[in-house]
């Protein structure tokens, strides 16, 4: 039964599938332009000094800090255990929450801040003031109206609260309610459901899918089910944590292979065929290669034809995580597997959220027929969660009959063109400027490179105080001296936002002097649309 969901692919010449010649689907300088490596440019070596050293005195300060509340000569605001409890096994661990207390605290306003609006292109943050260096935080009752967000990932807009667009939404409500209080294998099984699944299904061009009420769950819970004990697990370094989680839940070997490379991926695949397991050098049960579509923190794009090819020559499966590329990349929103023009069935187990592009939650699993009737009766997400909400399912549902036009109107197709054009806009402008910046040029994940923690914390002060939401992301997320903020773009962005964005960009770069890049890139011509509002009401 654990083998029933895998038929074996016959194998591909890897090196003619490089050339561009393995498959016929898809424009040739599309597929070579998404193939070439992605250059990611380092930093003068004065700025990876300067950083060791920035972390290197917040250090010390931290132990001096630490020091000064052991003598009670400054108040204690961590959690510990009471003082009766002294010769317990301690709860609370100091020294592994050295940076939590000593670093992370003293810049936590930059993060979890409310917000009292709508989450779309621009929304309301709630002003707060703390009394104790941000261990406590108390609200002003004052708002910060009209902010900029560059932080969501409402990458074509759905996140949106028009009446005449959600009238669906507000129908299924009235009709079903606001949740299901049930499994779908007991009593929480909506006509409302089996008809997403199948909509999915159509969308991506497979066989049949499965909906989960929750995105990350969906990988956690899912992977267990797909192997286990002697199984290998090949994990690209940059996965999300969801998919680090299901591997780790599985039982299954892990190994790691370096970000996009094919020749570490070979390496491995290689090496698990002619060694089999340890020890007893038995072959592996099953050997899953795991991706993203496009990495979250990095902003790039996997090279799945490569990986396809390798799948194929090696007879791996293959599980591609869509979370971020469903509905934000490809001609017509499909992802990244008609960015290529690959074949659907070239992957085993496509998985995607409805978290991002669909304005809504919860994820998919997608693929062969026999892969979902198998999960449907193993996964414990499948079994013991609650079904996905009525309201969300309509969302879901309508938005992704925007996409492909099934409501009669050519919204959908627009609002994926312009995030298209907003991304390659937004990027060359940056790079122009003289920022480093991660990842594919039409990538809606547009990371820029702080580096330095003081700059970090710098930037999104200042950016907030400009009205520009942004979010940023230091050690331990990323590597130490790779601290970076992160833009997503999202069709609903108006040209008007991104230019004043770049404008405080500009200048925010000189002040802070963020502008590391010694690359030099000629200015391209304008391709934007130079309406101000961006255009969603075209009829087909």
Known sequence: KDDQWKQDAPELNLESHSKGTAHSAGPPSSRQRFQRPESFENPPMYVAVMTYLGFGIVTLFGYFRDFLRAVGLEKCHIAREREEQKDFVPLYQDFENFYTRNLYMRVRDNWNRPICSLPGPVFDVMERVSPDYNWTFSLTGKTIDDVINMGSYNYLGFAENDGDFLKTVADRTQQYGLGVCSTRQEMGNLAIHEELEQLVATFLGVESSMIFGMGFATNSMNIPALVGKGCLILSDELNHTSLILGARLSGATIWVFKHNNMQSLERLLREAVCSGQPRTHRPWRKVLIMVEGIYSMEGSVVRLPDIVALKKKYKAYLYLDEAHSIGAVGPTGRGVTELFGLDPSDIDVMMGTFTKSFGAAGGYIAGKKELVDYLRSHSHSAVYASAMSPP?????????????????????????????????????????????????????????????????????????????????????????????????????????????????????????????????????????????????????
Do not use: W
């Not at 700059?455 to 907030?464: C, E, G, I």
């Not at 802070?512 to 087909?540: A, I, M, V």
């Open 392 to 540: 969300v399912t309509e969302q879901i549902l309508r938005a992704m009959k925007c996409i492909m036009g099934l409501d009669g109107t050519t919204v959908g197709q627009a609002r994926v063109h312009q995030l298209a054009e907003n991304t390659r806009y937004f990027r060359s402008r940056l790079q122009e400027m003289g920022f480093i910046i991660y990842g594919n040029d039409d990538s809606p994940v547009v990371p820029i490179l702080l580096y330095m923690p003081g700059k970090v914390v710098a930037f999104s002060r200042a950016m907030l105080k400009r009205k520009i939401g942004v979010v940023v992301v230091g050690f331990p997320a990323t590597p130490i001296t790779e601290a970076r903020a992160r833009f997503c773009l999202s069709a609903a962005h108006t040209k008007a936002m991104l230019d004043q964005v770049l404008f405080d960009l500009n200048e925010l770069g000189d002040d802070l002097c963020l502008k590391f890049s010694r690359r030099k890139y000629s200015p391209r011509p304008q391709q934007h649309n130079n309406n101000d509002d961006t255009d969603f009401e075209l009829d087909s």
